[in-house]
């Protein structure tokens, strides 16, 4: 089985819909794909309504977390979407993402930067607004080659000339607000140092005795050293230990599939929810 466990749509900052998604993952050869788009679950019916045969949809979430003042991100998965305190506390995050991007285009234009609202709404195309869209704007207007390279502290990396802050969830409350939901809690890339402070280990040891299920390992922003580290913490922990692409579409150049979860950690996530059951496909539109 191929199983990839990490991946955003239309519905937040990808540019795949949720149904060229699924179609695009089940032509990649993958098994199971997981939609986890930041902060928010309005991509499932789209995605359930495309669901190939043969290919199994993980439903889930990226939830936007801040602990220690380092901003970090919890995979959340196979979670009752309609729970109403976790449902209340991802509309808090996703109600502050339109004035911090406005914030941060008004950064901008003080830099000498000409981008405006109007291109990066354009650019979310309706979508949970964030960091890579205003990114995009930068690499439309030639600021920036790339997207990462807009994710430095010259620009909108973590403390960087045009950050803003947003509401963030302190992961031992995601943790606490994912499991009454019935889901799996991962800690998506938590070694991905290039996008600013990482969370320390002994952090991370709390978090996994407030419930957290484990963390994803082989990931594109960690290097050999860095995912052999993290497998032994895992290890001591007893977390689970997943892979998993990060697939963005065309604003990334990870593949999907790039990296794989093993299936019977996969086996174990499924055992462990109770909130919502993984989708076979049926042949969808």
Request: glycine share 10%; aromatic share 4%; net charge negative.
């Amino acid at each position: 089985m191929r199983i990839d466990l990490h991946c955003h749509s239309t519905a937040s900052d990808g540019t795949d819909t949720p149904a060229e998604l699924v179609r695009n993952a089940a032509a990649a050869g993958l098994d199971v794909v997981a939609l986890t788009d930041h902060d928010t679950t309005r991509g499932y019916g789209e995605a359930i309504a495309a669901l190939p045969a043969g290919l199994t949809l993980v439903t889930g979430a990226e939830l936007s977390c801040r602990v220690d003042g380092i901003s970090m991100h919890m995979l959340a998965y196979l979670f009752d979407p309609e729970d109403p305190a976790l449902l209340a506390e991802r509309e808090l995050v996703r109600d502050d993402r339109v004035p911090r991007a406005k914030g941060m285009v008004a950064k901008l234009n003080a830099l000498g930067v000409p981008v405006t609202w109007e291109q990066v709404e354009r650019i979310a195309a309706g979508g949970s607004v964030g960091r890579p869209h205003v990114a995009t704007a930068l690499v439309e207007l030639g600021v920036v080659p790339t997207v990462g390279d807009a994710f430095t502290e010259e620009w909108l990396a973590d403390g960087g000339r045009a950050f803003v802050e947003k509401h963030e969830t302190d992961p031992f409350e995601a943790i606490r607000l994912v499991k009454a939901a019935g889901g799996v809690c991962m800690f998506a890339h938590p070694a991905a140092s290039k996008r600013g402070r990482t969370v320390p280990d002994s952090r991370i040891a709390e978090m996994a005795e407030a419930g957290l299920d484990g963390i994803e390992v082989d990931h594109m922003d960690h290097d050999l050293d860095a995912r052999a580290r993290l497998r032994g913490l895992a290890k001591e922990l007893g977390l689970l230990v997943t892979g998993s692409s990060d697939y963005h579409g065309s604003r990334k150049t990870v593949a999907l599939g790039a990296y794989t979860t093993d299936p019977e950690v996969y086996g174990e996530i499924t055992r462990r929810a109770t909130g919502a059951f993984p989708v076979p496909g049926t042949g969808g539109a």
